[in-house]
């Protein structure tokens, strides 16, 4: 009788551990507050996602309120004691005051199936700022750095608007010039150069250096010479 009472002492204990054991999700901080910013300043509020569970956490969704989008996540599994960075982007123009966006993530965690992250802060508008205007911080937003990586005889025969002309060979020399955040597009006649640089940058630490898929070859059958200049056209 005693042996028949332990062992179902042990079921017991052993189906409340596997009860227990599920995923749990936490954010470090559930509201990102900017203070203030110029109308038109693009605001980025970083959330860090955890699990302190102990079973995989799996983020289904994540989505944001009007005015708000948000950066694809590098991952949405997460072993027990894994974090992943969320990133969501407001943008104030038009807006003036107090203002407030959330942002949702949905995940498996079975006591907080939709987490809710706030985002907010105040928008001053500039006495001095007109429609046509841009700040500074959404120029640097939209900020990317074009590189032509044909030799310069190819470059000045023709190449897109804005870009910079640095051969392959020399790529290297501007490893710390670039900046490594900013988006990066590189290209040459077909694509073939482009594929390895960008692949080499992506490797060196920059992970918004891409390659102009098809190279000049393919913006010319798609969209001819627009855009395309030649030195002495310059």
């Known amino acids: 009788m005693k ?61 944001a309120s009007c005015g708000c989008t948000t950066t694809a996540l590098a991952k949405t ?39 809710t992250l706030r985002i907010i802060g105040s928008v001053a508008q500039g006495e001095k700022m007109q429609k046509y205007h841009m700040s500074v911080d959404n120029l640097n937003y939209l900020f990317y750095v074009l590189i032509d990586l044909r030799d310069p005889q190819d470059f000045a025969t023709g190449h897109l608007l804005g870009a910079i002309n640095v051969p392959l060979a020399e790529l290297e020399d501007w490893i710390n010039p670039l900046p490594r955040e900013t988006f990066i597009i590189l290209y040459d006649q077909d694509g073939s150069l482009s594929d390895e640089a960008a692949q080499n940058l992506n490797g060196s630490g920059f992970p918004n250096a891409w390659s102009l898929f098809g190279g000049l070859n393919e913006w010319m059958r798609r969209l001819d010479d627009r855009f395309l200049l030649s030195t002495t056209a310059e």
């Open 77 to 115: 599994s997460l072993a027990p004691g894994e974090s992943v960075t969320l990133k969501a982007i407001v943008d104030t123009a038009g807006f003036g005051g107090a203002i407030s966006k959330s942002v949702y993530v949905e995940s498996n965690d079975p006591e907080i199936s939709r987490l």
């Open 3 to 63: 042996r028949i009472a332990v062992s179902t002492l042990i079921v017991i204990v052993g189906l409340g551990f596997t009860l227990v054991a599920a995923p749990k999700i936490q954010v470090d901080q559930p509201v990102y507050d900017f203070d203030e910013v110029l109308e038109g300043s693009p605001v980025t509020g970083t959330f860090v996602l955890s699990n302190l569970g102990d079973e995989m956490l799996t983020i289904s969704r994540v989505w």
